[in-house]
Protein backbone atom coordinates (compact mmCIF):
# COMPACT_ATOMS: atom_id res chain seq x y z
CA UNK A 1 0.00 0.00 0.00
CA UNK A 2 1.09 3.42 -1.23
CA UNK A 3 1.24 6.72 1.25
CA UNK A 4 -0.27 8.15 -1.56
CA UNK A 5 -3.32 5.97 -1.72
CA UNK A 6 -3.73 5.32 2.13
CA UNK A 7 -3.07 9.12 3.87
CA UNK A 8 -3.79 12.73 3.16
CA UNK A 9 -0.85 14.02 4.24
CA UNK A 10 -1.13 17.62 5.76
CA UNK A 11 1.74 19.28 3.73
CA UNK A 12 3.42 20.99 6.54
CA UNK A 13 6.32 22.42 4.59
CA UNK A 14 9.62 21.99 6.15
CA UNK A 15 10.77 25.78 5.80
CA UNK A 16 7.65 27.08 7.04
CA UNK A 17 8.45 24.29 9.92
CA UNK A 18 11.85 25.29 10.48
CA UNK A 19 10.89 29.01 11.63
CA UNK A 20 9.34 27.46 14.65
CA UNK A 21 11.88 28.47 17.44
CA UNK A 22 11.09 25.75 20.08
CA UNK A 23 11.74 21.95 19.25
CA UNK A 24 8.64 20.68 20.87
CA UNK A 25 6.29 23.25 19.01
CA UNK A 26 7.77 22.10 16.27
CA UNK A 27 6.77 18.51 17.20
CA UNK A 28 3.70 19.03 18.06
CA UNK A 29 2.75 20.85 14.84
CA UNK A 30 3.64 17.53 12.67
CA UNK A 31 2.22 15.01 14.69
CA UNK A 32 -1.21 17.13 15.14
CA UNK A 33 -1.12 17.61 11.35
CA UNK A 34 -0.56 14.01 11.07
CA UNK A 35 -3.89 12.98 12.88
CA UNK A 36 -5.72 15.75 10.48
CA UNK A 37 -4.37 13.65 7.47
CA UNK A 38 -5.62 10.38 9.41
CA UNK A 39 -8.73 11.85 9.65
CA UNK A 40 -8.88 11.84 5.36
CA UNK A 41 -7.51 8.46 4.82
CA UNK A 42 -8.75 4.95 5.31
CA UNK A 43 -7.50 5.39 9.23
CA UNK A 44 -10.00 7.74 9.96
CA UNK A 45 -11.64 7.13 13.38
CA UNK A 46 -7.97 5.91 14.85
CA UNK A 47 -6.38 8.81 15.33
CA UNK A 48 -8.06 9.79 18.28
CA UNK A 49 -8.01 6.18 20.20
CA UNK A 50 -4.45 5.26 18.80
CA UNK A 51 -2.75 4.81 21.82
CA UNK A 52 -5.66 2.27 23.31
CA UNK A 53 -6.81 0.26 20.19
CA UNK A 54 -5.68 -1.80 17.50
CA UNK A 55 -7.24 -2.96 14.25
CA UNK A 56 -9.16 -6.61 14.82
CA UNK A 57 -7.38 -9.19 12.99
CA UNK A 58 -8.35 -12.47 12.29
CA UNK A 59 -8.47 -15.12 15.64
CA UNK A 60 -9.10 -12.29 17.69
CA UNK A 61 -12.07 -12.66 20.24
CA UNK A 62 -14.66 -11.09 18.70
CA UNK A 63 -15.97 -10.10 22.16
CA UNK A 64 -13.65 -7.33 22.45
CA UNK A 65 -14.83 -5.23 19.37
CA UNK A 66 -15.27 -1.85 20.22
CA UNK A 67 -19.10 -1.15 18.42
CA UNK A 68 -19.31 2.38 19.17
CA UNK A 69 -15.55 3.06 17.54
CA UNK A 70 -16.84 0.76 14.46
CA UNK A 71 -19.85 3.21 14.36
CA UNK A 72 -17.64 6.22 14.34
CA UNK A 73 -15.14 5.03 11.76
CA UNK A 74 -16.99 1.91 9.98
CA UNK A 75 -13.64 0.05 10.72
CA UNK A 76 -13.24 -3.26 13.53
CA UNK A 77 -10.98 -2.26 16.31
CA UNK A 78 -10.48 -3.98 19.44
CA UNK A 79 -8.79 -2.58 23.05
CA UNK A 80 -4.99 -3.05 23.22
CA UNK A 81 -3.95 -4.98 26.40
CA UNK A 82 -1.52 -3.29 28.30
CA UNK A 83 1.52 -5.08 27.13
CA UNK A 84 1.29 -3.72 23.74
CA UNK A 85 0.48 -0.24 24.77
CA UNK A 86 3.95 -0.63 26.85
CA UNK A 87 6.39 -1.13 24.31
CA UNK A 88 9.91 0.54 24.78
CA UNK A 89 10.79 2.40 21.88
CA UNK A 90 14.60 3.61 21.41
CA UNK A 91 15.90 6.32 18.52
CA UNK A 92 19.35 6.29 17.15
CA UNK A 93 20.10 10.10 15.75
CA UNK A 94 23.24 10.62 13.72
CA UNK A 95 25.53 13.42 14.89
CA UNK A 96 27.96 13.52 12.22
CA UNK A 97 29.63 16.07 11.06
CA UNK A 98 28.35 15.56 7.51
CA UNK A 99 24.38 16.18 9.32
CA UNK A 100 25.52 19.67 9.53
CA UNK A 101 25.26 19.53 5.54
CA UNK A 102 22.51 21.81 3.97
CA UNK A 103 21.85 22.96 1.08
CA UNK A 104 18.75 24.98 1.48
CA UNK A 105 17.70 26.96 4.75
CA UNK A 106 18.81 24.61 7.43
CA UNK A 107 20.53 21.36 7.80
CA UNK A 108 20.20 17.62 7.79
CA UNK A 109 21.02 18.20 11.40
CA UNK A 110 18.08 20.33 12.16
CA UNK A 111 15.62 18.47 9.99
CA UNK A 112 16.82 15.38 12.02
CA UNK A 113 16.42 16.89 15.19
CA UNK A 114 13.12 17.98 14.38
CA UNK A 115 12.06 14.51 13.35
CA UNK A 116 13.21 12.93 16.18
CA UNK A 117 11.45 15.07 18.32
CA UNK A 118 8.18 14.57 16.64
CA UNK A 119 8.79 10.98 16.67
CA UNK A 120 9.27 10.80 20.51
CA UNK A 121 5.99 12.96 21.07
CA UNK A 122 3.81 10.67 18.70
CA UNK A 123 5.03 7.48 20.68
CA UNK A 124 5.18 9.07 23.99
CA UNK A 125 1.43 9.56 23.25
CA UNK A 126 0.61 6.33 22.61
CA UNK A 127 1.95 5.38 25.97
CA UNK A 128 5.50 4.12 24.48
CA UNK A 129 8.39 3.86 26.55
CA UNK A 130 11.21 6.25 24.60
CA UNK A 131 14.60 6.38 24.77
CA UNK A 132 17.58 7.51 22.82
CA UNK A 133 20.66 7.17 21.60
CA UNK A 134 22.83 10.07 19.63
CA UNK A 135 26.60 8.92 18.06
CA UNK A 136 29.04 9.69 15.47
CA UNK A 137 31.59 7.53 15.79
CA UNK A 138 30.93 6.91 19.25
CA UNK A 139 27.71 7.03 21.61
CA UNK A 140 27.28 10.56 22.71
CA UNK A 141 24.56 10.45 24.85
CA UNK A 142 22.46 7.16 25.82
CA UNK A 143 18.85 7.93 27.69
CA UNK A 144 16.65 4.63 28.72
CA UNK A 145 13.71 3.88 27.18
CA UNK A 146 10.91 5.38 29.99
CA UNK A 147 7.32 6.44 29.95
CA UNK A 148 7.25 8.78 32.95
CA UNK A 149 6.66 12.80 33.23
CA UNK A 150 9.43 14.85 32.44
CA UNK A 151 10.98 11.98 30.39
CA UNK A 152 9.87 13.66 27.36
CA UNK A 153 11.71 17.32 28.38
CA UNK A 154 15.02 15.48 28.86
CA UNK A 155 14.67 13.99 25.32
CA UNK A 156 13.78 17.13 24.19
CA UNK A 157 17.11 18.63 25.87
CA UNK A 158 19.24 16.27 24.51
CA UNK A 159 18.10 16.48 20.73
CA UNK A 160 17.94 20.60 21.28
CA UNK A 161 22.01 21.15 22.48
CA UNK A 162 24.21 22.06 19.19
CA UNK A 163 27.16 19.53 18.48
CA UNK A 164 30.47 19.35 16.58
CA UNK A 165 30.38 15.70 15.23
CA UNK A 166 32.75 13.79 13.69
CA UNK A 167 33.07 10.83 10.96
CA UNK A 168 30.69 8.28 10.72
CA UNK A 169 30.75 4.75 12.36
CA UNK A 170 27.46 2.91 12.98
CA UNK A 171 29.76 -0.03 13.91
CA UNK A 172 30.48 0.90 17.94
CA UNK A 173 26.95 2.61 18.36
CA UNK A 174 24.73 -0.28 17.04
CA UNK A 175 26.58 -2.71 18.93
CA UNK A 176 26.49 -0.65 22.44
CA UNK A 177 22.99 -0.34 21.96
CA UNK A 178 22.45 -4.05 21.12
CA UNK A 179 24.51 -4.64 24.66
CA UNK A 180 22.13 -1.81 26.76
CA UNK A 181 18.95 -3.01 25.40
CA UNK A 182 18.14 -6.42 26.65
CA UNK A 183 14.42 -6.03 25.87
CA UNK A 184 12.72 -6.37 22.93
CA UNK A 185 11.58 -3.18 21.56
CA UNK A 186 11.58 -0.92 18.16
CA UNK A 187 14.75 0.37 17.27
CA UNK A 188 14.37 3.64 15.11
CA UNK A 189 17.82 4.68 13.33
CA UNK A 190 17.98 8.34 11.88
CA UNK A 191 20.39 8.76 9.65
CA UNK A 192 22.34 10.21 6.60
CA UNK A 193 24.04 6.46 6.23
CA UNK A 194 26.69 8.33 3.91
CA UNK A 195 29.23 5.83 5.28
CA UNK A 196 30.35 2.28 4.20
CA UNK A 197 27.69 -0.36 4.75
CA UNK A 198 29.67 -3.42 5.21
CA UNK A 199 29.61 -3.95 8.75
CA UNK A 200 25.72 -2.81 8.77
CA UNK A 201 24.19 -6.25 8.13
CA UNK A 202 26.21 -8.03 10.54
CA UNK A 203 25.39 -5.22 13.29
CA UNK A 204 21.68 -5.08 11.92
CA UNK A 205 21.18 -8.76 12.19
CA UNK A 206 22.35 -8.97 15.62
CA UNK A 207 19.60 -6.69 16.62
CA UNK A 208 17.68 -8.60 14.52
CA UNK A 209 18.16 -11.94 16.00
CA UNK A 210 17.87 -10.64 19.92
CA UNK A 211 14.17 -9.90 18.60
CA UNK A 212 14.27 -6.16 17.84
CA UNK A 213 12.18 -4.64 15.77
CA UNK A 214 13.90 -2.23 13.26
CA UNK A 215 13.21 0.98 11.42
CA UNK A 216 15.56 3.36 9.02
CA UNK A 217 15.06 6.58 8.17
CA UNK A 218 17.95 7.88 5.95
CA UNK A 219 17.99 11.79 5.63
CA UNK A 220 19.30 13.74 2.69
CA UNK A 221 19.46 17.01 1.52
CA UNK A 222 18.24 17.53 -2.14
CA UNK A 223 21.90 18.05 -3.32
CA UNK A 224 23.06 14.96 -2.12
CA UNK A 225 20.55 13.00 -4.06
CA UNK A 226 20.59 15.99 -7.09
CA UNK A 227 23.96 16.54 -7.28
CA UNK A 228 23.69 20.24 -7.67
CA UNK A 229 26.92 21.44 -8.14
CA UNK A 230 26.76 24.80 -10.45
CA UNK A 231 30.69 24.91 -11.43
CA UNK A 232 33.71 23.47 -11.10
CA UNK A 233 34.97 23.89 -7.47
CA UNK A 234 36.98 22.14 -4.80
CA UNK A 235 35.36 20.27 -2.20
CA UNK A 236 35.97 19.47 1.34
CA UNK A 237 34.93 16.52 3.00
CA UNK A 238 32.86 17.39 6.23
CA UNK A 239 33.79 14.67 8.09
CA UNK A 240 37.67 13.69 7.18
CA UNK A 241 38.44 17.51 5.43
CA UNK A 242 39.78 16.01 2.92
CA UNK A 243 39.61 18.72 -0.09
CA UNK A 244 38.85 17.43 -3.71
CA UNK A 245 38.83 19.06 -6.83
CA UNK A 246 35.27 18.27 -8.65
CA UNK A 247 33.95 19.37 -11.97
CA UNK A 248 30.48 18.67 -12.00
CA UNK A 249 29.94 17.64 -16.02
CA UNK A 250 32.49 14.22 -15.11
CA UNK A 251 31.55 13.69 -11.92
CA UNK A 252 27.66 13.56 -12.20
CA UNK A 253 26.94 10.41 -13.99
CA UNK A 254 29.69 8.41 -11.39
CA UNK A 255 28.44 10.14 -8.51
CA UNK A 256 24.61 9.22 -9.22
CA UNK A 257 25.35 5.41 -10.12
CA UNK A 258 27.68 5.96 -6.90
CA UNK A 259 24.90 6.49 -4.72
CA UNK A 260 22.46 4.40 -6.24
CA UNK A 261 24.47 1.07 -6.10
CA UNK A 262 24.71 2.07 -1.81
CA UNK A 263 21.04 2.64 -1.89
CA UNK A 264 20.23 -0.52 -3.53
CA UNK A 265 22.96 -2.40 -1.49
CA UNK A 266 21.26 -0.85 1.61
CA UNK A 267 17.86 -1.69 0.54
CA UNK A 268 18.94 -5.72 0.01
CA UNK A 269 20.32 -5.61 3.69
CA UNK A 270 17.09 -4.14 4.90
CA UNK A 271 14.80 -6.63 2.84
CA UNK A 272 16.62 -9.61 3.93
CA UNK A 273 16.63 -8.96 7.66
CA UNK A 274 13.16 -7.55 7.46
CA UNK A 275 13.99 -3.85 8.35
CA UNK A 276 11.24 -0.94 7.31
CA UNK A 277 13.82 1.35 5.40
CA UNK A 278 12.26 5.33 4.60
CA UNK A 279 14.07 7.70 2.26
CA UNK A 280 13.42 11.37 3.65
CA UNK A 281 14.92 14.37 1.81
CA UNK A 282 14.99 17.38 3.98
CA UNK A 283 12.85 19.85 1.85
CA UNK A 284 10.12 16.98 2.07
CA UNK A 285 7.28 16.96 4.69
CA UNK A 286 8.49 14.90 7.83
CA UNK A 287 4.86 13.27 8.03
CA UNK A 288 5.81 10.56 5.83
CA UNK A 289 7.63 8.84 8.56
CA UNK A 290 4.98 8.93 10.67
CA UNK A 291 2.80 7.40 8.24
CA UNK A 292 5.36 4.52 7.85
CA UNK A 293 5.44 3.82 11.76
CA UNK A 294 2.08 3.47 11.82
CA UNK A 295 1.84 1.08 8.63
CA UNK A 296 4.79 -1.07 10.82
CA UNK A 297 2.40 -0.70 13.89
CA UNK A 298 -0.64 -1.87 11.73
CA UNK A 299 1.64 -4.93 10.12
CA UNK A 300 2.98 -5.56 13.44
CA UNK A 301 -0.45 -6.32 15.06
CA UNK A 302 -1.47 -8.40 12.27
CA UNK A 303 1.61 -10.91 13.30
CA UNK A 304 5.59 -11.38 12.16
CA UNK A 305 7.01 -9.17 10.23
CA UNK A 306 8.77 -10.16 7.30
CA UNK A 307 11.01 -8.56 4.67
CA UNK A 308 11.60 -4.55 4.57
CA UNK A 309 11.40 -2.32 1.62
CA UNK A 310 11.83 1.10 0.39
CA UNK A 311 8.87 2.88 1.03
CA UNK A 312 6.89 5.02 -1.71
CA UNK A 313 8.98 8.35 -0.78
CA UNK A 314 12.03 6.94 -1.07
CA UNK A 315 11.29 5.15 -5.34
CA UNK A 316 10.08 9.01 -5.69
CA UNK A 317 13.36 10.68 -4.47
CA UNK A 318 15.40 7.86 -6.20
CA UNK A 319 13.62 8.98 -9.48
Given at each position: ???????????????????????????K??????????H??????????????????????????????????????????E???????Y????????????????????????????????????????????????????????????????????L????E??????S??L??????????????????L??????????????????????I????DP?E???????????????????????????K???????K??????????????I?????????P??????????????????????????????????
Open positions: MSASTNYAPAQIDPSSLMRIKNLQLRATVVEGFYNGLRSPFHGFSVEFSEYRPYTLGDDPRTLDWKLFARSDRYYIKRYDETNRRCLMVDQSKSMSFGSIDYTKADYTRTLAATLAHFLTQQRDAVGLMTFDRKVNEFIAARHRPGHMNRLLGSDQSFGTGTDLEPEQLAALVSKRGLIILISDLSPIDMLRTRLAYLRSRGHEMMLRVNAIEFTLPQAAMIRDMETGKELYIDPEVAAQYQANFEHETQLVAICESLGDLTQLVTNQMDEALYQLLSLQTRRSRGPLRGGSLSAAARGAAT
